[in-house]
């Protein structure tokens, strides 16, 4: 991240909808923030999970965010903080194996969307994911926006868990070659 973003030039590009605000904010908090998440989940695999699955609530909750009460880290720090906290209650978090290519090629993708109604998840995952297969929206959606684990999301989609980890890949790997949007 060059020296020059500051936390006010971060805020205003994740209000223009500007998905390198994310990557900006990572690259400055991501150590905090994982640290934090893994000492609330004691566990650094499912720290890393719920720090993803938080990125992508930041996204959509953006315009939450009130710099006149709260500094940005405040903020990140309230969204990590409570993630991980509900995913250590109820055991709900994204369980991605490790699988390191799947994470850099949905993970991404996934920052850029407003979940905060159905039909606006609809629109977003049309709009994001583009002209990716049926069953792969399906997979995304249940995995990265509704919050679902692994074995829950096949469980709902009435396939088994291989299937639906393959599915989760080749919609990373769609999504890295461009097929999507």
């Excluded at 799947?102 to 583009?130: M, P, W, Y």
Aim: proline content about 2%.
């Amino acid at each position: 991240m060059p020296q020059e973003i500051t936390d006010q030039t971060m805020v205003i590009a994740l209000f223009q909808g500007r998905p390198e605000a994310l990557g900006w904010i990572y690259d400055k908090y991501a150590p905090v923030l994982t640290g934090l998440a893994t000492r609330i989940m004691g566990d650094k695999e499912k720290a890393e999970a719920v720090l993803l699955e938080s990125f992508v609530a930041i996204w959509g909750r953006k315009e939450t965010y009130d710099a006149t009460r709260l500094s940005l880290l405040s903020w990140l720090i309230i969204i990590i903080r409570g993630n991980a906290k509900n995913a250590l209650k109820s055991g709900t978090y994204v369980d991605f194996n490790n699988n390191d290519e799947l994470l850099n090629g949905v993970g991404e993708a996934c920052n850029v969307c407003d979940c905060s109604s159905t039909h606006n998840t609809e629109k977003s995952i049309k709009e994001l994911f583009g002209d990716l297969e049926v069953d792969e929206k399906a997979a995304l959606d249940l995995v990265y926006l509704k919050g679902y684990i692994c074995a829950d999301a096949a469980a709902e989609l009435g396939i088994p868990l291989e299937t639906l980890k393959t599915r989760l890949q080749m919609a990373g790997k769609h999504l890295r070659e461009g097929r999507a949007k």
